[in-house]
């Protein structure tokens, strides 16, 4: 019997992520990317929900119950529920900005987490977590490390008690572009000073968390060789040693292939590059190296994330528009869920 878990779900902020600033591609709007993903199929097998950015033009953050009640039957129409949500973060807030700015960043945890709630309560969310990060510039971030990381800790840990009094949990996404979080090691630190663990812990994608070995806005905290060239055993140990210390904290986990670039667009600063699954220049084997995060240290299939979600941000329009894209995106995790999935 084929495994049933983790769940296969598909990202809906590729369509706006990068997107419909001057200079940028337009968005995408929410009922195309549901439209595309609902018609995505490989041998029978297709994508189980959705992840959602909850931000306009897909969802208000200030939507009401009426609204969330809409939105709610149109997913569920689609044969789909819904996962993990992103919080809109960074449009007027910083977990380590002035307290207007704190407060802001707050704010939006506060109601992406009521949007959240509400979702499960209607039957349509059975599990997923609210997204977030520091919403800081790793410029800003290097002018006070150490009290800057505090700052930010003493943020998550306000927007922690909300999600907590909500029946949800808040994920950092490991992202070089975002102060505090940009390598590994900032990365757990940041997680050990907030010191909420069953509330707040991490989000890992596969592209992004590929370059924090490369140390690439943090040369101090490379795992690789200088003159590394991917060579198998060297990659190895660098992803053991990654994951051994976060993967203890991560409640969230994005399939993803990156070139080993980065890359920006729009007003979104350079982050790691998301690749088409496919494409030949990717330095990730998905099937098998997403197993250093769905694994514990001695091989065996964790069973703690319930539902895993592709991440193709920053992909152009008219790549997006193919069906090709979807069916090869959909192939590549059922093929993780085949290699370290379970039966339930």
Request: glycine fraction near 10%.
């Amino acid at each position: 019997m084929s495994n049933n878990y983790p769940k296969l779900h598909n990202a809906m902020w590729p369509g706006l992520v990068g997107k419909g600033s001057p200079g940028a591609e337009p968005a995408i709007d929410l009922d195309t990317m549901l439209d595309w993903t609902a018609k995505a199929e490989v041998n029978g097998v297709k994508f189980d929900g959705v992840d959602l950015f909850l931000y306009n033009p897909h969802v208000d953050i200030d939507i009401n119950d009426d609204g969330i009640k809409k939105l709610a039957a149109k997913i569920s129409k689609k044969g789909f529920v819904v996962g993990s949500v992103v919080a809109p973060v960074w449009f007027d807030g910083c977990a380590m900005g002035d307290e207007t700015k704190r407060a802001n960043w707050v704010t939006s945890v506060r109601k992406a987490c009521g949007i959240a709630a509400k979702l499960r309560k209607l039957g349509v969310r059975p599990n997923g977590i609210v997204r977030i990060d520091s919403a800081a510039g790793v410029a800003d971030w290097e002018k006070d490390p150490k009290g800057n990381t505090k700052l930010i800790a003493k943020t998550f840990r306000e927007a922690g008690k909300i999600a907590k009094d909500h029946g949800e949990r808040l994920a950092a996404e490991g992202e070089i572009c975002w102060g505090g979080m940009h390598s590994w090691r900032n990365m757990l630190d940041l997680l050990e000073e907030t010191a909420m663990p069953k509330v707040i812990g991490f989000q890992a994608d596969m592209a992004h968390t590929l370059l924090y070995i490369l140390g690439y806005n943090e040369p101090k905290h490379r795992i690789v060789p200088a003159k590394f060239n991917w060579e198998p055993e060297a990659f190895h140990v660098a992803m053991k040693k990654m994951t051994k210390a976060l993967r203890p904290w991560t409640i969230d986990f994005h399939v993803a292939q990156n070139d080993a670039t980065v890359r920006g667009s729009g007003t979104h600063d350079k982050t790691g590059k998301h690749c088409m699954a496919t494409d030949p220049n990717g330095k990730l084997n998905i099937p098998r190296d997403a197993g250093y995060w769905l694994r514990d240290d001695a091989g065996k299939v964790t069973k703690k994330i319930k539902h895993i979600c592709w991440d193709g941000c920053m992909f152009p329009n008219d790549v997006m528009a193919k069906q090709e894209t979807w069916n090869n995106i959909l192939a590549s995790m059922i093929q993780v869920r085949e290699n370290h999935g379970w039966v339930a």
